[in-house]
T-cell receptor
Framework: GAVVSQHPSWVICKSGTSVKIECRSLDFQATTMFWYRQFPKQSLMLMATSNEGSKATYEQGVEKDKFLINHASLTLSTLTVTSAHPEDSSFYIC????????????FGDGTRLSIL | GENVEQHPSTLSVQEGDSAVIKCTYSDSASNYFPWYKQELGKRPQLIIDIRSNVGEKKDQRIAVTLNKTAKHFSLHITETQPEDSAVYFCAAFTGTASKLTFGTGTRLQVTL
């Protein structure tokens, strides 16, 4: 149980393109989903917390107009990287939790984003 | 906010030896401490976790200890095997902030 599906797993696109990443909880309803970014040989850095039906809460330094997050249902959250540039190239990972007061978080497989 | 420090950054042990990774946290309100194993290019996998009302937890070759007073927790892997080689992350969950803060990671290499 507690499977989180993330798509796509790998994206290569030109600078200026917008990229959408989907995160789905397959066998449970996720009241909260999290989006992380991980640069090579570094730790996971939380970008934003997404609660179903409300606006995402962004961490300090993360541009909300660049990283658009939508959590329209209890099983789906999307992250759109708008006008992506090479410095946005990274490994993006989502996680989901049924009840944020009762961890653990379940992670998706991640999306490797490469901007040329 | 919460700050989690993790040591060592790299650890090399011989197969069969034990490995210990230590983490400290700063926010006394943190109440949940998971450990994740991440292989290159893959998702973090939860290997063990502990809540603040417990001092120690064991699952086969893996154990975690928590000292709330000192605000530190440790991962112990016994009888290490080559397949234990990976990057390990500790994390602390703060209910008041409702988020997980990760340590910087430890690259464990188990040699034959």
């Amino acid at each position: 149980g507690a499977v989180v599906s993330q798509h796509p797993s790998w994206v290569i696109c030109k600078s200026g393109t917008s990229v959408k990443i989907e995160c789905r909880s397959l066998d449970f309803q996720a009241t909260t989903m999290f989006w992380y970014r991980q640069f090579p040989k570094q730790s996971l850095m939380l970008m934003a917390t997404s609660n179903e039906g409300s606006k995402a809460t962004y961490e300090q330094g993360v541009e909300k107009d660049k990283f658009l997050i939508n959590h329209a249902s209890l099983t789906l959250s999307t992250l759109t990287v708008t006008s992506a540039h090479p410095e946005d190239s990274s490994f993006y990972i989502c996680s989901a939790v049924q009840d944020n007061s009762n961890q653990p978080q379940h992670f998706g497989d991640g999306t490797r984003l490469s901007i040329l | 906010g919460e700050n989690v420090e993790q040591h060592p950054s790299t650890l090399s042990v011989q197969e069969g030896d034990s490995a210990v990774i230590k983490c400290t946290y700063s926010d006394s309100a943190s109440n949940y401490f998971p450990w994740y194993k991440q292989e290159l290019g893959k998702r973090p996998q939860l290997i063990i976790d502990i809540r603040s009302n417990v001092g120690e937890k064991k699952d086969q070759r893996i154990a975690v200890t928590l000292n709330k007073t000192a605000k530190h927790f440790s991962l112990h892997i016994t009888e290490t095997q080559p397949e234990d080689s990976a990057v390990y992350f500790c994390a602390a969950f703060t209910g008041t902030a409702s988020k997980l803060t990760f340590g910087t990671g430890t690259r464990l290499q188990v040699t034959l």
